[in-house]
């Protein structure tokens, strides 16, 4: 059965697309996902499905939409697909993990999305297929980077993405 990654897009803990990781679990096991582990509290979700990926993502979607009256946007990655990122960004850039972004796109961003792009703060940012990489040398709080092909991504550091990576390997290997 193949393990997913889901990113959720514009969830937290409290205020606007507040959901409890416990209630996002309680929606996969309803939705028959097996072995539902979540990671943190900003909407990362690990599970396997017998489901393609787009009824995976549609069935969660749905699933969401009703628990918060709002569907928030759900971006599945394979265990594969997230170490490949992890890799990448580890050969992009000379820098802490939790000062580089990965932000998972539905589909790769326009050729020209990135051309007029200023790096207030010397960010540097690089694109591959999905996934935008951006390396923030004084932290991504204190940026101003604007990046409005972002908008329909979720963006995860590089420890994060690890983390999800070991969690879908577990998985895979029966360990988890």
Do not use: W
Not at 25 to 47: I, P, W
Not at 85 to 94: H, P, T
Request: one cysteine or more; hydrophobic letters at 45%; a positive charge.
């Amino acid at each position: 059965m193949p393990v997913y990654v889901a990113l959720l897009r514009a969830v937290n803990v409290g205020g606007t697309g507040k959901l409890a990781m416990a209630d996002l679990m309680a929606a996969c096991d309803e939705l028959g996902f097996a072995a539902a582990r979540t990671y943190m509290q900003s909407g990362n979700v690990v599970f396997r499905s017998d489901l393609p990926e787009a009824a995976v993502q549609a069935k969660l979607e749905q699933a969401l939409a009703a628990r918060m009256g709002k569907a928030p946007d759900v971006l599945l990655r394979s265990r594969r697909q997230l170490e490949d990122a992890a890799v990448k960004a580890g050969r992009l850039f000379d820098a802490k993990p939790n000062f580089l972004l990965i932000t998972f796109l539905p589909e790769p961003p326009a050729a020209d999305a990135f051309e007029r792009l200023v790096a207030p703060d010397g960010e540097e940012v690089r694109i591959d297929g999905r996934e935008v990489y951006i390396h923030y040398p004084n932290g991504s709080g204190r940026s101003k980077l604007k990046v409005p092909a972002l908008r329909p991504g979720t963006a995860r550091n590089l420890n994060t993405v690890r983390k999800l990576a070991e969690m879908a390997a577990a998985m895979e290997d029966g360990s988890a």
